[in-house]
Every structure is written in structure tokens, then in C-alpha cells.
């Protein structure tokens, strides 16, 4: 588990922007699990981060120096910014945010990236149809929220597996999911899930593995799709957990299991970013944030976020 003391917080120079940049002033930083694999050079997909440099990040920010014509002093953008409270970047990487169509902040959550992700793992790696029973665990997170919503949309039964009493609550009651517990209190999943899919698993969209994952495994249908979007119960593991081979089980099942990258699905984003925009707008979709103030709060954000403190998408707010 990182430290606050593994962070240090540096003043420099605001930085110039050349021909083709901008400079933006940062107003909400993300902070997200896959940071925790860019730090220890786990990642087989992104560069790591060296100790001394900048962490990375999405940051929603405001313009306020630009050498590029297609950004203008004063637009909002999003973008790969890091945790800084300045950046200067080539106006082609940013994201141009329009502040009337929702609050900044979604930029960085159902209408950003872990709303692509929730997007397209659920429907395009699991294709859901009405009547199956959907679970999800990490489920009153930013990606996991959102995939329950968007499996009822699509008229399924939504399950949530998360680590709190008040987080299962919130998924149930204020997202409608139709089931769900709180795994740290609960002894054994297995009977659990039984209980809570008498019809068995049809769909699972797996944000944390481990054991909750041997659990689902286990009461997967015929023909059952798993997504795996994430395993954060291991990101912070010292050694790799032995656990259960149910690769047999896929067999007896026929079941499809498949990773992947929210990135994959680069060249769709718009099509993902208007559903969810259309969504949002009629309320059919809905979202929490927590928002930490202070960019020197950055780090205790990050290991409160992989502590699970955080309900739904996890923001700092900056200056
Ligand atoms: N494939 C992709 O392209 C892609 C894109 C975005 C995110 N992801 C992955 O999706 C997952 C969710 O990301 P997010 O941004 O939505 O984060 P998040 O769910 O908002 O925050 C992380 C949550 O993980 C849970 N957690 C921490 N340790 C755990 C453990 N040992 N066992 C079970 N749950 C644990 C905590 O909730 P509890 O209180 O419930 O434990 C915590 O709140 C992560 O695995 C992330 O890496 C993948």
C-alpha cells in the first residue's frame, strides 16, 4: 500500500506553451486504481512513473495560455495532465469540455474514461440481454456503479458485491440495483450469491478478483460472459495469491471470460460518450462523487480510494 510519505509535493516554474500547446490550470484531478500499477512498474501496457516525476492523471482544467487555434483562453479541456496545478500540453491530446452539457467534473467520470469503461466492457465484452442476472463486483465504485445502471437499462438483474453496508445501500437504494452485499462482512459469498441469483450468474464484470472472483466463478450459467475490467484486491499484493483453478468450470459452462482496455475502444468513444451523455440527461443514469480538496491531498485521496473509502468516483478538487 503506498504512503503519503512515498509523495512529495514541488513548487517550479509555470511552464510556457510553444507553437501547438496550451497552457491549462488544473480544476479537478482523477484518481484512479490503474495508478497503483503505473507506480510499480507493473504495467505491461503504459510506461511507469520514475520516482521524481510528475503522477500521472486525467485532469479537467481551464485554459489559460493558447498557441494552438483550436483552443481558446477560458475553454475547459480534459486530458492526461498529471497532478499539477499547470500543464502545458499540444492541443491535439485535449478533450474540449462544454460546462452546459454537464458539470466539468463527469468529464472524469460517466462522461470520461470510467464511464467508456463501464460502456463498452459491459456491452460490447458481455453483451447483456433483458432477464439475465448481471453482477458486478467493485460495485459502488466509478466503473462498477455504472455498470449496474447500465445493465438495468438494458433490463437485467443487477447484483453489486462492495465493502460497505452504506455502499451496498447506496447501490441499491439510490441506483436500483436489485441485490447486493457487503463482502467484509459476509462469511461466505458462494451462499450469498446463491441466495441473491436463484437463477444463476449469467453476466460478470470483474473489477477486483481474488476471492470474490472464485466465489462468482463458481455459479456461472452456461454460455455466461466475464468481462475482467480490473483486479485491484491484487495491486497492492506483495506476492501472488493462490487461490482456486476453476478454468475447468468454463469448460462444463461454455462460458467466454476476456480482458480488456477501455483503449481498444478508442475509435468509438463518441458513440459511447453521446449514449451516456443521453443517459445522464434522462436521469437514467446516476452518480456520486467524492471530491477531496487540495492538490497536497492528492496521495491521501489515492490510498483512501484503494482503501475503499471512497463512494463512487473518487476527484481532488485543485487551488
Ligand atoms: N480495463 C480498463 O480499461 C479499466 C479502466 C478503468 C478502471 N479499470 C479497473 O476497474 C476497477 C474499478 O476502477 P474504478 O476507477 O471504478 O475504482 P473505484 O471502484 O471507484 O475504487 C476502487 C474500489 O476498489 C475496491 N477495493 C479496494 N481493494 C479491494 C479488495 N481487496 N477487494 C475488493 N475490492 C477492493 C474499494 O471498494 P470496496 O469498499 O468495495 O472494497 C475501492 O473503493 C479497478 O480494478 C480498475 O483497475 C479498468
Known amino acids: 500500500m503506498p504512503k503519503e510519505s512515498d509523495f512529495r509535493l514541488v513548487e517550479s516554474p509555470v511552464p510556457r506553451p510553444a507553437s501547438g500547446e496550451v497552457l491549462v490550470q488544473a480544476l479537478y484531478l482523477s484518481v484512479d486504481p490503474y495508478m497503483r500499477i503505473r507506480i510499480n512498474g507493473a504495467s505491461s501496457y503504459a510506461q511507469s512513473v520514475q520516482p521524481g516525476e510528475v503522477m500521472v492523471g486525467g485532469v479537467v482544467g481551464r485554459v489559460v495560455e493558447s498557441n494552438d487555434p483550436r483552443i481558446a483562453v477560458d475553454d475547459v479541456v ?3 495532465l498529471g497532478w499539477q496545478k499547470y500543464a502545458v500540453a499540444p492541443a491535439k491530446t485535449l478533450r474540449k469540455i462544454d460546462p452546459k452539457n454537464a458539470p466539468v467534473t463527469t468529464a472524469l ?3 470520461g474514461m470510467p464511464g467508456l469503461t463501464a460502456y463498452f466492457g459491459l456491452l460490447d465484452i458481455c453483451h447483456p440481454q433483458p432477464g439475465e442476472t448481471v453482477v458486478v ?3 459502488a465504485g466509478a466503473v462498477g456503479s455504472l455498470v449496474g445502471q447500465i445493465a438495468k437499462i438494458k433490463r437485467c438483474r443487477a447484483i453489486g458485491i462492495a465493502g460497505t453496508n452504506e455502499k451496498v ?3 441499491t437504494q439510490d441506483l436500483g440495483f436489485e441485490g447486493g452485499f457487503n463482502y467484509k462482512e ?3 459469498y458462494t451462499a450469498r450469491l446463491k441466495d441473491l441469483c436463484p437463477n444463476g450468474i449469467d453476466v460478470y464484470f470483474d473489477n477486483v478478483g481474488g476471492s470474490i472472483t472464485d466465489a462468482v466463478m463458481k455459479l456461472l450459467n452456461t454460455r455466461a460472459r466475464v468481462a475482467v475490467c480490473g483486479q485491484i484486491s491484487q495491486y497492492n499484493a506483495d506476492r501472488p495469491e ?3 483453478r476453476w478454468l475447468g468450470q468454463l469448460v462444463a459452462k ?3 471470460v476476456e480482458g480488456f482496455l477501455v483503449h481498444q475502444f478508442a475509435d468509438r468513444y463518441d458513440e459511447g460518450l453521446r449514449q451516456l451523455s443521453t443517459w445522464l440527461r434522462e436521469k437514467r443514469i446516476r452518480y456520486r462523487e467524492d471530491i477531496v480538496d487540495g492538490i497536497e491531498n492528492a496521495p491521501r485521496a489515492f490510498i483512501g480510494m484503494l482503501e475503499g473509502h471512497n463512494i463512487g468516483k473518487q476527484l481532488v ?3
Open 137 to 139: 463486483s467493485g460495485a
Open 169 to 171: 445501500r447506496f447501490i
Open 254 to 256: 461454455q462460458a467466454k
Open 78 to 80: 480534459e486530458g492526461m
Open 109 to 111: 467520470y460517466v462522461l
Open 317 to 319: 478538487k485543485v487551488g
Open 242 to 244: 493462490m487461490g482456486p
Open 186 to 188: 459476509t462469511p461466505d
